[in-house]
């Protein structure tokens, strides 16, 4: 199960990027104006052995494609879930991928002969979106909402990520904002995150209806007007509209991109984001002139932001 695409470019230089998801593992090569010009993606695997099987071979079979034969590797990027240490390349736990105390970094390192980079796939992610849909530009701000299994966001600014002293910029699914029958316990030890409504695993908490994907699902079931369904839908856009005015009135980005598995539910997605947005703006006319509704947009599903974002944090790091 072997996915690939091709481009032709004139420049030599080349960076990869990998993005190692719970599902699947996706690298790319790219140039030095962070043009794509080849990509691969396999099923990751589970644990220590496959992760890196995986990994190792998608890089050497990019590496080995004929449009890219011979040409110089400034380095390999590398996002993947779960708390890095972006100095030392260690990944101290990811959960969805079966590591924990991994010297990621220095093992990449030591089987490729590349440098290596890590990152937290959100935070690349964030810088993917940037400028692969900022018509790569270099400066302005933005964030990224991923809306995955869990709820997080990445923030770039004039081009760089932005990570904050502890590298916890971002984790906003941990703020207690609900109340009520949802004010309930969290993984992260608090009582009601945001997370437990807004996000693929509080959707599935609240929904169990038919199908691989609760939350396909649960919008079907809402278009029928099942009432529980639109109970839970309702909840889910108000949560992930108040992160977005989270990151509206902490970070004030010019563009909020929505990404994450969730955002292939498309325009009844944002539709719904946008009008909990303008509900909140009808009772504020400062949240009405933040016109928040207008900055927030979709990442097309497929877009390979993860694995360029991990290349070009590698580069700048």
Same mark, same amino acid.
């Given at each position: ?123 690349? $992610? ?11 530009? +270099? ?58 409504? +807004? ?38 856009? +108000?949560?992930?509209? $108040? ?44 949240? +009405? ?29």
């Amino acid at each position: 199960m072997t996915s690939s695409t091709t481009v032709r470019t004139g420049t030599r230089t080349i960076r990869l990027g990998a993005d190692i998801g719970g599902t699947k593992t996706e690298v790319v090569a790219i140039d030095d104006h962070n043009n794509v010009l080849h990509t691969l993606r396999r099923p990751t695997g589970f644990g220590k052995d496959q992760v890196l099987g995986t990994l190792f071979g998608l890089v050497r079979d990019v590496l080995g494609a004929e449009t890219l034969l011979d040409r110089p590797v400034a380095g390999l990027g590398i996002g993947i879930p779960g708390i890095v240490d972006t100095d030392s390349g260690t990944v101290a736990n990811a959960v969805n991928v079966g590591l924990k105390d991994l010297a990621l970094g220095s093992v990449v390192t030591s089987a490729l002969g590349l440098p290596v980079s890590v990152e937290n796939d959100v935070n690349a $992610a964030a810088v993917g979106a940037h400028h692969l849909l900022g018509a790569g530009q +270099a400066t302005g701000t933005s964030a990224y909402l991923n809306l995955g299994t869990g709820l997080a966001a990445g923030f770039v600014s004039n081009g760089q990520l932005v990570r904050g002293a502890s590298g916890a910029a971002g984790e906003i699914g941990h703020l207690p904002l609900l109340s009520g029958d949802l004010d309930t316990a969290c993984p992260c030890g608090q009582t009601g995150c945001l997370e437990l409504v +807004a996000s693929g695993s509080g959707l599935a908490r609240q929904w169990s209806g038919s199908g691989p994907w609760p939350a396909a699902s649960l919008f079907d079931a809402a278009l029928d007007g099942d009432p529980l369904a639109l109970d839970v839908q309702q909840r889910f856009f +108000a949560g992930v509209a $108040a992160a977005v005015r989270v990151l509206g009135l902490t970070f004030d980005p010019g563009v909020i991109y929505i990404g994450g598995g969730l955002n292939s539910l498309g325009q009844p997605l944002l539709s719904g984001i946008r009008q909990e947005l303008a509900r909140a703006g009808a009772a504020s006319p400062f949240l +009405a002139g933040l016109a928040l509704g207008h900055r927030v947009r979709l990442v097309p599903p497929g877009l390979p932001t993860g694995s360029v974002g991990a290349a070009i944090c590698g580069n700048n790091s």
